[in-house]
């Protein structure tokens, strides 16, 4: 079994002080750090570009799991690149021609993963799971932070699973939207090794963010 890991998201850390937010994510045992980028169109909310992903790299050891929800995708991957993401992970409806948006990302010697929203179906992306380093399950409808979970995506973790020991593959399954203390555990039991979590991380516990790490790796 890999070991699980948490991609806290930054969308719900302090925006005035975000590199201090960082630091307190990599000091409370934060394994990357998960950095949504909306573009107002492929989903309906704006967040940040390149130049504060530079900016807060320089200050940063940590790995950085850039999702990419903005579309036309492919002509952004190489600038995200150059901003410092480690992990640059795609939506399917996103590009034109999907193999094509992953073998720039591998050009460019970074991770790649396809994200599957809610109503996305696995079929869309069987073709590429050999080629690719993570999927990322989308448990809300992107857009923003605070949603509720949608436990039906659990089903889809599953299926994703069997097929990864039926095809003896090796991708991360990464889960993001309204993940606590109450559904960790049955999201690590379907099958994902990475939870993104943004409220529970910062808000919880008076945000004493090493135990809200902690807490949601254990559960």
Known sequence: MKKIQISPSILSADFSQLRNEI?????????????DVMDGHFVPNLTIGPPVIKSLKKHSSILFDVHLM????????????????????????????LNSSILKIKELNKKVGVSLN????????????????????????????GQKFMPEVLNK??????????????????????????????AIEAGANILVSGTTIFKSNNGDIKKNIELLKSK
Request: hydrophobic letters at 40%; charged letters at 30%; proline letters at 4%.
């Open 70 to 97: 903005i579309s036309p995708v492919h002509k952004y991957i190489e600038s995200y690149s150059d901003a410092g993401a480690d992990i640059i992970t795609i939506h399917p409806e996103a590009t034109d021609d």
């Open 157 to 186: 973790i599953k299926e994703l699973k069997k097929i990864q020991k039926e095809k003896s593959l090796n991708f991360d399954i990464e889960i993001d939207g309204g993940i606590n203390f109450e559904n960790s555990k049955a």
């Open 23 to 35: 630091k307190r994510l990599e000091e409370g045992g934060a394994d990357m750090i998960h950095v």
């Open 118 to 145: 809610p109503e996305t179906k696995i079929d869309i992306i069987l073709n590429v799971l050999d080629k690719i380093d993570l999927v990322l399950i989308m448990s809300v409808n992107p857009g923003f932070g």
